[in-house]
């Protein structure tokens, strides 16, 4: 296997546990509601980047690429994976309001934003999905995409704690403060 290889298994693997966390934790909001956030263009970056494009060579989806919808159909996108990343960090105001305090307002955001973490600064300045030609694959670094991919899983792993006990811990808040800097009014 080679290393971009692994890259998109990994990648994938964890961008499909990242959407299943989310989803499972907006669905209660996003089902009842009637505005729709995501909109067709965004989609379009799925198709346009070299690197997201090789992630639905690996994962084809049911259903075609459509102009005018995207990946939206009537009962949402059906991209299990290989979603632009402002897919996962995009949070509405209604559920960010919701939280019952900052501290799990900044859990929320964090794992927002674990997708994005993973493909920041692979090739120097540029994001994974900002590559733009198959042949800037080559400036990937490898390395730094795996201690951005154990930075997430890290804080991935914090994340799971919180929403399964509730406790923060500050080896918890150092984990997701590799993603998202912790606010100053978070204390613990």
């Given at each position: 296997?080679s290393?971009?290889d ?6 994938s ?5 990242v959407r299943?966390?989310l989803?499972?934790f ?33 994962f084809?989806p049911?259903?075609?690429?459509n102009?005018?919808?995207g ?11 290989g ?8 949070i509405?105001?209604?559920i ?7 501290l ?8 927002s ?42 804080a ?6 919180f ?17 998202v ?8």
């Amino acid at each position: 296997m080679s290393e971009l290889d692994s890259i998109i298994a990994s990648y994938s693997s964890f961008e499909i546990r990242v959407r299943k966390m989310l989803t499972a934790f907006c669905n209660p909001y996003c089902r009842v509601c009637t505005n729709l956030c995501c909109k067709p263009y965004f989609c379009k970056e799925s198709i346009s980047t070299p690197f997201l494009s090789l992630i639905l060579k690996e994962f084809p989806p049911p259903v075609p690429y459509n102009e005018s919808s995207g990946w939206l159909t009537e009962t949402g996108c059906v991209l299990s994976v290989g979603r632009p990343p402002i897919c996962y960090e995009f949070i509405c105001d209604r559920i960010a309001d919701e939280q019952p305090d900052l501290l799990h307002e900044y859990v929320l955001k964090v794992l927002s934003r674990l997708v994005s973490h993973l493909g920041k600064n692979a090739a120097g300045k540029c994001h994974l999905v900002e590559i733009v030609s198959s042949d800037e694959f080559s400036r990937i670094s490898y390395s730094r995409f795996r201690k951005r991919l154990f930075e997430a899983e890290n804080a991935f792993s914090a994340i799971l704690s919180f929403f399964g006990n509730g406790k923060a811990t500050n080896e918890m808040i150092s984990a997701l403060a590799k993603i998202v800097p912790k606010p100053k009014t978070i204390v613990l």
